[in-house]
């Protein structure tokens, strides 16, 4: 495996292992806001802590995934910086800005509210109070759409000027970069993505609690937690129909600036009028041409243009138009990641949608659950997958996305090869990627057990409001 090769292996490896925890963060703080939200209104029309006990519940698996996802974040940034200094140089001036705004949300005024929130239940008023879970429900989401700004760069460059001195990309207008019409595209369809992972793993939660015995079916704790678990149901089917609706959008405004990856997606070779979308094909390695395919005639020309009619240019045209306007080279990606990795993303994800929706109708009446032990017992063991489906189905994305630019860092402007560190060595990267793979490792392990040994402790109560004769607790003060 060659430097280049090994380098790219560990750009996936901590990406892809930090974003597991990105859509959990963002998710979790909005759910945490709504039920916030519904218990302020709950509370004040019938007395009942439901809501809010569950937005406690909610909260703690936010701070939880927040801690983790920013110590994961950290060492994606220290890996950047080590293997891809020759792309910081070039890019930094345009990547500098976005990530120093998502910086400061993350790092200041996420993590600023979230202590504000969780030391100040009792302290606060309820509003605002209120104000400061949805400050970083507000703050996760413009967070997302800044970083996601710096990668639709890469993906669809605007907004800059080469310094013809030091042969530099120069950032022209943020604004410009902001509303580049890819991150436009992109940024709905990944807040979904984002939702429904939380959603899956809050209606993983409640369905563990309804199966699990030792709850009585009358009780509020009961009711809590099926009423967590219609409500993650709700968020990841609404949210899969939103992957969908904005999976569409993007869908053709990636045709429009890199049509060599909407080809890549379906391992179109010829220019094809009504080009077919499979469902599943299977071609020899090194053929251009499918020996079995199930397909849906037409369905990749309204995917990528809006109509079963369309034409749709393949990779063989691609590749010439790219040789003569580039230079001389290989500008066709690994066909058979894209392929099934844009067929893993959506039919992992739509099939936790198809989920939510039966858990919807089976508890659409009944508030208690009553399966056959056994069958009981098995959807206990299988519970634990529910919540990585969305999660993979984004790595599927995002290994789609990333894998089906190349050989670009920045398309048409910046090769991949040319973005690894000058002097960089082979065992070098190698020690680096095992010693990521470790943290990595002791981050997931420690996350898995807190979350776990919270999730089985069940609600959450609510804290006891302090009585108003109460002797009241003295300020702190400085001496000396």
Do not use: C
């Amino acid at each position: 495996m060659s430097i280049e090769s090994l380098t790219r292996l560990q750009f996936a490896v901590t990406t892809l292992y930090h974003y597991l925890f990105v859509p959990l963060s963002i998710s979790l703080a909005l759910f945490t806001a709504i039920l916030q939200t519904a218990h302020l209104r709950v509370e004040a029309r019938t007395g009942s802590d439901r809501y809010g006990r569950l937005s406690l519940l909610t909260g703690k698996l936010m701070m939880i995934t927040f801690a983790v996802g920013v110590v994961t974040g950290l060492v994606q940034e220290f890996q950047f910086g080590l293997s891809w200094s020759a792309f910081a140089r070039f890019y930094g001036d345009v990547f500098g800005p976005t990530l120093a705004i998502e910086g400061m949300l993350a790092f200041f005024l996420e993590a600023t509210f979230i202590g504000l929130w969780w030391f100040g239940r009792d302290r606060l008023p309820k509003l605002v109070h209120l104000a400061t879970i949805w400050i970083v429900a507000i703050g996760t989401a413009i967070s997302a759409f800044v970083i996601l700004a710096a990668n639709s760069f890469m993906q669809n460059p605007v907004a800059y000027s080469i310094d013809a001195a030091t042969g530099r990309a120069r950032l022209g207008s943020f604004e410009d970069l902001l509303t580049n019409e890819l991150n436009l595209a992109a940024f709905p369809h990944t807040y979904a993505g984002a939702v429904m992972a939380g959603g899956a793993l809050v209606m993983a939660v409640g369905v563990w609690h309804l199966l699990r015995g030792g709850h009585d079916v009358t009780s509020e704790e009961f009711a809590a937690f099926r009423t967590l678990s219609r409500f993650g149901a709700w968020f990841t089917l609404v949210a899969g129909g939103g992957v969908a609706l904005s999976g569409d959008a993007l869908g053709k405004v990636i045709t429009a600036v890199q049509p060599m990856k909407m080809a890549a997606a379906e391992g179109l070779y010829r220019t094809t009028t009504g080009a077919p979308f499979s469902i599943f094909s299977y071609a020899p390695l090194g053929s251009d041409r499918p020996t079995f395919a199930l397909e849906v005639p037409g369905f990749l020309s309204f995917l990528a243009k809006g109509s079963f009619s369309s034409t749709v240019l393949g990779l063989k045209d691609l590749q010439d138009s790219y040789s003569a306007q580039f230079g001389a080279g290989d500008y066709i990606p690994w066909v058979p990641v894209a392929f099934w990795s844009f067929r893993l993303m959506i039919g992992v994800g739509m099939t936790a949608a198809m989920i939510a929706l039966v858990h919807l109708w089976v508890t659409r009446k009944s508030v208690a659950l009553n399966p056959d032990p056994r069958l009981a017992r098995g959807i206990l063991w299988t519970l634990p997958v529910l919540p990585l489906m969305p999660l993979f189905a984004n790595s599927f994305g995002w290994i789609f996305t990333e894998t089906a630019r190349q050989p670009w860092l920045v398309f048409g402007l910046f090769k991949t090869a040319d973005g690894v560190s000058p002097g960089l060595t082979w065992a070098e990267v190698a020690t680096s990627l095992v010693a990521f793979t470790l943290v990595y490792g002791a981050l997931a392990w420690a996350w898995t057990l807190l979350v776990t040994r919270l999730v089985r402790k069940g609600l959450p109560s609510m804290p006891v409001p302090q009585a108003e004769d109460e002797e009241a607790v003295e300020p702190y003060a400085v001496s000396y």
